[in-house]
């Protein structure tokens, strides 16, 4: 089980370097759904949910409609939920008719379209290793900036 990192929903911004606008105005208008809940004030902010928020922001500079990236950060969150060893997911696309189409992650092709095409793999394991990287380093210089105003 990840251990919880117990940060401020700011300090997870500042930690996965997400802007604020963007954050608020996903969160405003319910393109992204993938925070931790609030217990007594705080959200309890996991590694993996700061991976998912991380992703999502990724995926909407690179020019992913705000929708459709916490869509896939949803997916995102589920697919960790179902399987948390994962080292990496598929990013799976079909035709669902000639109009749309149907975007899945997971480790194997989904059951309602066992001929899904793979069109990325998110290595998660890397992602994960990246943010705790990312979080000892915003831990540290903060403890640095403290030491410095306490002299």
């Given amino acids: 089980m990840q251990q919880a ?3 401020l929903t700011a300090e997870a911004l500042k930690i996965t370097r997400v802007s604020q ?3 608020r ?8 759904a993938c925070t931790p809940p609030t217990v007594d004030g705080r959200r309890e902010w996991d ?4 991976v998912c928020l991380a992703w999502y922001d990724a995926l909407v500079k690179a020019g992913m409609k705000r929708a459709m990236a916490g869509g896939m950060a949803a997916e995102l969150t589920k697919a960790i939920a179902r399987d948390r060893g994962a080292e990496s997911f598929n990013v799976y696309a079909w035709e669902r008719d000639q109009e749309r189409g149907g975007l899945s992650i997971g480790t194997e092709p989904p059951d309602e379209a066992p ?3 793979l069109i990325l793999v998110m290595p998660l394991a890397a992602w994960r290793n990246n943010i705790r990287t990312a979080i000892g380093h915003y831990f540290q210089r903060r403890a640095e900036r403290d030491a410095k105003r306490r002299r």
């Fill in 25 to 32: 105005t996903s969160i405003d208008k319910g393109l992204y």
């Fill in 115 to 117: 001929s899904a095409q």
């Fill in 21 to 23: 606008s963007n954050w």
């Fill in 47 to 50: 590694v993996d949910s700061l």
């Fill in 5 to 7: 990192v117990e940060i």
